[in-house]
């Protein structure tokens, strides 16, 4: 993607000490990110305030990182807002979350329209309390005819239902006499995931130290590169963002295959 050369130099001035924005390889800044979005809860209790204070404020950190994607020139932002498992979480909690996404999607409606961002769920929407799909709904119309950035937020999203998906979606073509047994590759089963279309991820970034996949993107993030950080997600923003992509450009991406070195 496109990124603005003096744009990017406003959003990026004022970096802190520590961190050397030329560092920077533009010519390698990863087509898409994808960020798991975790700690909002233990960043609100370590402040004595509500979980739900936390996902507030980690609706702040996910504005300033769609922003940052957008001047750094990414493809691709992903994010996981809400699992499958989430629904085991306390009804009040699911609720609030709900009704954040709603507000959220609604209130970011101009950020999204200035930075012509496309946006797109991952997962079962169809599945969300009514008012929360509408909204959605509503907000997929109103962005239709964005062209820059994707936005792909998983929302009741969990990988294995996801491939369990494709998986019957492919059936079914088999059934109808569409498609061959032994046509069914790799680029076949990618084809009836969510992500369609979409390159996979080169980085995923983890907040708040936790070493799990969390049942998400499973398929697409066979050869991603992975970036923990300590931090939690109200606390990530663009700088931390930037570490993620250094650290990830330091990396020898192999594929299985060997390091150019050798
Ligand atoms: C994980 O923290 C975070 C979430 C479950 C929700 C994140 C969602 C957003 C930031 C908003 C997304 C916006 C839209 C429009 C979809 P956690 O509760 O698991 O934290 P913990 O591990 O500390 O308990």
Known sequence: MHYDEAKFAEYFSDAPADLDIAQLDMARIPRHISCIMDGNGRWAT???LARTEGHKAGIVSLREVITAAVRLGVDV???YAFSTENWN???HEVNVLMHLFAKTFIDELPL????NVRVMFLGDISALPERTRKVFEYGLEACRDH???TLALAVNY???AEIARAARSIARLVQKGDLDVDAIDESCVANQLYTA???D????VRTSGEMRVSNYLLWQIAYSEFYITDTYWPDFDRWELVRAILAYQGRDRRFGGLSKTN
């Open 46 to 48: 370590a402040r004595g």
């Open 77 to 79: 932002l992903s994010a």
């Open 89 to 91: 979480r306390p009804q």
């Open 112 to 115: 999204l329209k200035r930075e």
């Open 147 to 149: 062209t820059g950035m």
């Open 158 to 160: 969990g990988g294995r």
């Open 197 to 199: 279309g979409l390159p």
């Open 201 to 204: 991820p080169e980085l995923v």
